[in-house]
Each structure stands twice: as C-alpha cells, then as structure tokens.
C-alpha cells in the first residue's frame, strides 16, 4: 500500500500586484508551528518576509557608502599632500629666486623677462568634484611654479655667461667680511637717510656703518692694491673727509672697498695685500661719535665710474630697522674722488 503524503504547503509572497513574486515551501515543522501559532505567527513571518530584501538592501547601500566615503577622505589626504608638496616647493624656488636676485645685483646682470605660466584648466569631472577648488589652486601653483622655473633656468644661464666673459672679475669678487668678530651691529644701511649734518636735507648714504670694538682688525675682503690709506684731503669733499682716515683697496679691475672711520693704519698706498690682510684697525676717526666701520663696496661701471653697492649682499648681514635703500628724486650716490681710484 502506497503511503499517504500530505499536500504540500508553500507560503507565496508578492512584492506588490502585479510584480514578481516568490514561493517559499513550509516544512512539516514549520506547518506544526502555524497551527500552534495560529494567525498571530503567520503574520509576523510574512512581514519578515516582506521586509528583509529591503533591509538587506538598505545594508548593502550604506556598506558602499561607507567604501566611497573613506575612498574620497584617502583622496583628499592624497590631494592635500600634493598641494602642500607644491607649497614646500614654492618656499625653496622663492629663496633660489632670492640668491639670483643678490647674484644679479652684484654683478650687474639684467633680469630676465618673466615666463607667462601656461593655463591650464580643469575638466568637466574635476570641476564637478567635491576637491575641485584644492584641485584648481593645484594647477595654478604648478603652472606658476613652472614658469618662475623657467625664468629662473634663463637668468642662470646669463649669470654663467657673465663669469665666463668676466672670469677675472668674478675671481675677485670682494665676498669676504672685512672683520673676523661675531658680534657686531649695523648702525646705518646703505641707500636714503637723513643727513648727517642734520636739517630735513637727504642723502645717499654709499655703504653701512658696522658698530665693531676698538682695535678690532680691519681685514681685505679679496687680494688687492691699496689705492689710498690715510686722511681724505680736504680737496675730496665733506662726505669724504668727514670719514677721518680710510683705506681704499682695488680687487682686480673691477671692484674696490673702502674703508672708513679708522684707527691706526697698517698698510701704506702700493702695497698689495691678500685676502683678509690687516688693513687698519677700528676706530673713530672723522665723524665718527663711538668706534664703527664705514664700509663700501663699488664696481667699475661705464666711463670708469664707481658704482656704490649694498655692502650686505656680500658679507650677508641682516640690514639695520632703519635701512631705506634704493633711490629718491634728486638725490644720487657721490662719486670717489680721483684721489681714492689712481
């Protein structure tokens, strides 16, 4: 005899009308439960379900939330990295551009043109991003940053130019300080001051006064010729003689110091010294209200002039407060007397 099978009972679920629907098949178990159960029972597992399709889509979404969110905080970690890598860079071709500009004003080569930075836009997805303005400010700095670049490989060029065709000249270079103590203080810059002998009038001042100890040694800033030592004569003019006793030195053909406001004087005119020779030693002589060192470096320019330049950019000392360089109507830099350059 064949054994009796109860029909089977499959609990079937609908989305909603009309969609796709799904048919569960209900265990013996399961059919003992709903009959214990009752309605109460059925009803709490056609809800569950109902509902957990969408809980386990409501999972899955805020998982690859979660994926995209910690991808867009690595991008933005990366981003900022790279950014502030261009910053970083920016601060060491901002001190580069600080060295050619000292190395052009000593030699006296001219700046070159600047360098248009190439636009460089962003696309339609970058613009759309929310890293858009960091990523905007990124290819505006490297595309500064290139161009400064570019000048900078062209003004390079021209100063290694200039050392080859004025190979004596760079040789001589007065680079050295003209003292050897670690303590001392700028009293006037180089550049527009008030004048000396008082009133509103202004003048050039054509070096700096370094306040330095009395006796401490004067020394040759590169190996040179002793043009002048002793008083300026009255004939040179009270800007010069108002220095008291100086020694003026030439280096090569193309640069002199002076040296003013000295104490005793340990070199005589011809006489050729090396570099850091004793000169002189401080003192304050002429003008001078308390020892210090008026010290002035020119270059020969056109027609034999002797042109002033900031004593600063070679010995590198940071410039008094009250420093104002550069130039002002109807006031320009005094000429050596002929006494001091034969």
Do not use: K
Not at 296 to 314: N, Y
Request: hydrophobic share 45%; with cysteine; glycine share 12%.
């Amino acid at each position: 005899m064949s054994e009796h099978r109860p029909p089977s009972v499959e609990l079937r679920i609908e989305r909603e009308p009309g969609g796709s629907s799904r048919s569960i098949p209900l265990s013996r178990g399961v059919r003992a439960a709903l009959a214990a159960g009752g309605l109460a029972l059925l009803a709490a597992l056609l809800t569950a379900a109902a509902v957990l399709p969408s809980a386990l889509a409501a999972m899955r979404a805020a998982r690859e939330h979660d994926l995209q969110l910690d991808r867009r905080v690595q991008l933005g970690n990366r981003l900022r990295s790279l950014v502030d890598d261009l910053t970083g860079l920016e601060a060491a071709v901002r001190g580069l551009e600080g060295e050619i500009l000292r190395a052009r004003e000593i030699t006296g080569v001219a700046a070159a043109a600047a360098v248009a930075p190439l636009a460089s836009a962003a696309t339609a997805a970058e613009a759309e991003s929310i890293f858009a303005s960091s990523i905007v400010h990124g290819r505006r700095l490297a595309g500064e940053l290139e161009a400064r670049l570019d000048r900078i490989d062209l003004e390079l060029e021209a100063l290694a130019a200039w050392e080859r065709d004025h190979a004596e000249q760079f040789a001589t270079l007065p680079l050295r300080r003209p003292f050897a103590v670690d303590l001392v203080m700028p009293i006037h810059g180089y550049g527009i001051r008030r004048a000396v002998a008082g009133g509103s009038e202004l003048e050039f001042h054509t070096g700096v006064d370094l306040a330095l100890p009395a006796g401490t040694p004067i020394l040759a800033a590169a190996p040179g010729l002793v043009l002048w030592a002793g008083e300026a004569p009255p004939s040179a003019g009270p800007e010069w003689w108002r220095l008291g006793r100086v020694v003026v030195v030439r280096h090569g053909d193309g640069w002199l110091t002076l040296h003013g406001h000295c104490g005793a004087l340990r070199v005589v005119r011809g006489q050729r010294v090396g570099a850091g020779a004793t000169l002189a030693e401080v003192g304050a002589s002429g003008w001078a209200p308390a020892p210090q060192l008026h010290y002035e470096v020119r270059r020969r320019g056109a027609g034999d002039q002797w042109q002033p330049l900031d004593p600063m950019l070679l010995i590198g000392l940071a410039p008094p407060q009250a420093s104002a360089g550069g130039g002002a109507p109807g006031v320009a830099p005094a000429q050596l007397p002929r006494v001091f350059t034969r």
